[in-house]
C-alpha cells in the first residue's frame, strides 16, 4: 500500500471512527487503566520531542506535522514559535482550534490536508509526533526526502520499534483483519529505516534518540540534525 492509500486509511479512522476516543485521551477526562498508560506514554514522548528544540522558539517556524487535538501545538507557541499545525483529520483539527488559548492564535495556522504539502513553505524545525507510525520504510525514507530541504534544523519523528511484543501484534493484526481496526502500525528497526532514508536521497544522519515504554503505548522518537 502506498503513501496516499495509507493516508486516506488513516483520514477515514480519525475523522469517522477515533475523533471522540482522541478528544477524550488528550484531555484531563477519565479513561479506563489501559488508556490511562497511553496518556502517560504520550506525555513523556511529547516532552522528549520538545526537549530536542530549544526553549525559546521565537523567531523560528516549525511545522507540527500530524498535530491531532494540538497539545504540542500550544507548547510550541508558548515558547515563542511561528506554527504551522498540520493534520489528516478536518475532525481534528477543529478540536486543536477550540483548544488554542485566546493570546496563542496569532501564532498558529493550522491546516487540514497533507503534512507534507509542499505549499506549507519552509521550516527551521519539525516534530512529527506518532503520525508517521503507519507508514513503510520507503514512505518514511520518501516522507524525510520531502523534508529535508525544506527545513534548516531538526525532523523529530516517532516510530513503532520492532520489538517481539510489537511484531506479534502487527502478525495477529495481519492475520485477523477487522473493519474497524485502526490502521496498522508497522514497526521499524533503526537500521532499515535508515536504509531507506538514504536510498530515498536523504543526506541527513538519521539517529535513534529514545524509546518510550508505558503500559500499552511503545515509540521511538528519531531525529534528522543538521
Known amino acids: 500500500m502506498d503513501y496516499g492509500s495509507t493516508r486516506a486509511r488513516v483520514e477515514d479512522y480519525f475523522d469517522r471512527t477515533a475523533t471522540k476516543t482522541w478528544e477524550r485521551l488528550t484531555s484531563d477526562a477519565?479513561?479506563?487503566r489501559i488508556?490511562?498508560?497511553v496518556r502517560a506514554g504520550r506525555e513523556r514522548m511529547r516532552d522528549l520531542m520538545l526537549s530536542r528544540l530549544p526553549d525559546?522558539?521565537?523567531g523560528a517556524r516549525v511545522l507540527d506535522a500530524g498535530c491531532g487535538?494540538?497539545?504540542a501545538t500550544i507548547e510550541l507557541a508558548k515558547r515563542g514559535a511561528t506554527v504551522v499545525a498540520a493534520d489528516i483529520s478536518p475532525q481534528l483539527i477543529d478540536i486543536a482550534q477550540l483548544r488554542l488559548p485566546h493570546d496563542l492564535k496569532s501564532h498558529v495556522t493550522?491546516?487540514?490536508g497533507d503534512m507534507l504539502d509542499p505549499k506549507l513553505g519552509g521550516f527551521d524545525a519539525v516534530i512529527a509526533m506518532d503520525s508517521l507510525i503507519y507508514y513503510t520504510a520507503s514512505d518514511i525514507g520518501d516522507a524525510l526526502?520531502?523534508?529535508e530541504p525544506r527545513v534548516s534544523g531538526p525532523v523529530v519523528f516517532t516510530v513503532a520499534p520492532r520489538t517481539p511484543a510489537l511484531m506479534a501484534m502487527w502478525y495477529a493484526g495481519k492475520a485477523f483483519p477487522r473493519s474497524d481496526r485502526s490502521p496498522v502500525m508497522i514497526p521499524h528497526a533503526h537500521p532499515k529505516l535508515a536504509k531507506a532514508a538514504k536510498a530515498?536521497?536523504?543526506r541527513r544522519m538519521l539517529r535513534p534518540v529514545d524509546r518510550i515504554?508505558?503500559?500499552f503505548y511503545i515509540s521511538e522518537a528519531m531525529e534528522l540534525r543538521p
Open 35 to 37: 488508556r490511562e498508560t
Open 110 to 112: 493550522f491546516h487540514a
Open 30 to 32: 477519565p479513561v479506563s
Open 69 to 71: 487535538p494540538g497539545v
Open 213 to 215: 515504554t508505558s503500559g
Open 200 to 202: 530515498a536521497g536523504v
Open 145 to 147: 526526502a520531502a523534508l
Open 56 to 58: 525559546d522558539l521565537r
